[in-house]
């Protein structure tokens, strides 16, 4: 599996995404389960707008960030939440 | 001990009440009336007090949870404290517009259930015809644009049907499918020679079940659990006695697990009379089990006691008397040989002779 530059992510339907006061973390919601997830993926998944490519993704993080090169930590990101099932293309 | 997690996991159990008289409800014997039932103020006050805990999923469940007329009220208002709440139902009082309107009040996901995958089977479990009823709102829900997410439950008269079960979840396309096995709590205790399935029939269902979960990977995601009679160790039930889990009976009880009202000297609190808060920090009910002070051999010394916390204390107590001894299903409980005899029942009497009390109000009076 690899990840396209130029494709666009979205959350996969059923998912919600969502900052939980309770527990100080961001989380992803579906059917039956939540998962917590580090500030890195929360990070990643919050810019999966359905808008922005991948390659928006990575240059707004590094704007953010004020750092470069961070294209391998979201591709790999993107490929472990696409295998999960979290996102979803087109 | 350890600093007591918040709830993530609230079950709203809002009705006792169903259309549907399935032998294998877990429903405690006792049902809830209608007029004990929590009004709406009630619901709202555990939704907002359980969100405030840190509670982020939310079933709404029953009973039939579509029989209260509150129900869009609560889920308008689950959405808004910002739940992910789950509608699990029979699809029995729901028709196409009633889901749409769900959906737009911001409910996240329904699970229909179905008691078989064809007509006669489905109807004769449940006590009343409900079949198409049921396909039509599983198409209904995935037109709406949600998950489809199915549950079978699977006992020994539907266990050879697993197959067909999910073909019938693959051709309306479900996206989530669960087979959830029986549990012997309720109704389901009283029918379980009729219920328990052979060891064969568990294997084979196990075989089944993997070879759809390959066949359909990426397409639908399919949940098989091994019964617990069946496995040599007890499931953690509910994750841990007050770790993750909080049921709200639909007189407003308090449940660390949704049958712990049938537990002997537990002193179980009413949202009517304290805080959720207090309920689930404070009160000795949700601290009776939590840490291991009450664990007696063998679960105390125990090398898997952090794994399954000593496995479900309601079945302890149902089949052993006492719901600090160890879950009988663990092949380590000195009572194991209660669970080996119900499977040699089971195996040398598949077709009991005692009648299959179906789950309505008029049976309770049958039992003792």
């Not at chain 2, 079978?152 to 999910?166: E, G, K, P, W």
């Not at chain 2, 205790?189 to 084979?204: F, G, I, K, M, S």
């Not at chain 2, 075989?207 to 390959?214: F, N």
């Not at chain 2, 052993?320 to 669970?339: E, R, V």
């Amino acid at each position: 599996m690899s990840v396209d530059f130029k494709a666009v992510p979205r959350l996969a339907g059923g998912y919600r995404f969502q900052w939980e006061e309770a527990q100080q973390n961001h989380v992803l919601l579906y059917p039956e389960g939540m998962v917590q997830l580090s500030d890195t993926a929360a990070a990643v998944l919050s810019l999966c707008d359905g808008k922005r490519t991948v390659e928006a993704i990575v240059a707004q993080l590094e704007e953010d960030y004020e750092t470069e090169g961070l294209d391998e930590d979201v591709t790999q990101f993107l490929m472990e939440a696409e295998a999960q099932g979290w996102v979803k293309y087109g | 001990m350890a600093k007591i997690p918040p709830p993530l996991w609230l079950l709203a159990e809002v009705t006792h009440s169903c259309p549907l008289q399935c032998p294998y409800c877990s429903n405690p014997l006792q049902l809830v009336p209608k007029k004990d039932e929590l009004d709406t103020e009630g619901w709202l006050k555990v939704l907002h007090q359980a969100r405030k805990m840190g509670a982020a999923q939310l079933g709404f469940s029953g009973g039939e949870p579509l029989v209260r007329k509150d129900l869009e009220v609560l889920i308008a208002e689950a959405r808004k404290l910002g739940y992910y709440s789950n509608l699990i139902t029979s699809g029995v009082g729901m028709d196409a517009a009633r889901v749409e309107k769900f959906r737009e009040l911001g409910l996240d996901h329904i699970q229909v259930s179905f008691q078989a995958d064809d007509a006669t089977l489905n109807d004769y479990l449940a006590g009343t015809h409900a079949f198409q009823h049921k396909l039509d709102m599983a198409r209904a829900v995935k037109a709406s644009g949600y998950p489809m997410v199915l549950c079978f439950v699977i006992h020994r008269q539907n266990t050879d049907r697993v197959a067909q079960m999910l073909d019938l979840a693959a051709e309306l396309q479900a996206d989530y499918v669960e087979l959830a096995t029986t549990q012997f709590e309720g109704w389901a205790l009283a029918n379980r020679d009729h219920l328990l399935p052979t060891l064969e029939q568990v294997r084979e269902a196990e075989r089944v079940a993997h070879h759809y979960q390959e066949k359909l990977k990426g397409k639908m995601k399919i949940y098989y659990v091994v019964p617990d009679y069946y496995e040599n160790r007890p499931k953690a039930c509910v994750a841990g006695w007050g770790k993750v889990f909080l049921a709200v009976a639909p007189d407003g009880l308090v449940l660390p697990c949704h049958s712990a009202r049938s537990l002997p000297n537990l002193e179980l609190h009413n949202v009517r009379d304290h805080d959720l808060a207090w309920i689930w920090y404070e009160s000795k009910a949700f601290n009776y089990f939590r840490g291991e002070d009450w664990m007696k051999e063998p679960c105390r010394t125990c090398d898997e006691r952090e794994k399954d916390f000593g496995g479900c204390h309601c079945q302890a107590f149902k089949l052993t008397g006492d719901p600090t001894n160890a879950d009988p299903t663990c092949a380590k409980s000195p009572h194991h040989h209660l669970i080996e005899q119900a499977i040699d029942t089971t195996r040398l009497n598949p077709n009991s002779s005692k009648p299959l009390l179906f789950r309505k109000r008029q049976n309770n009076s049958n039992l003792s």
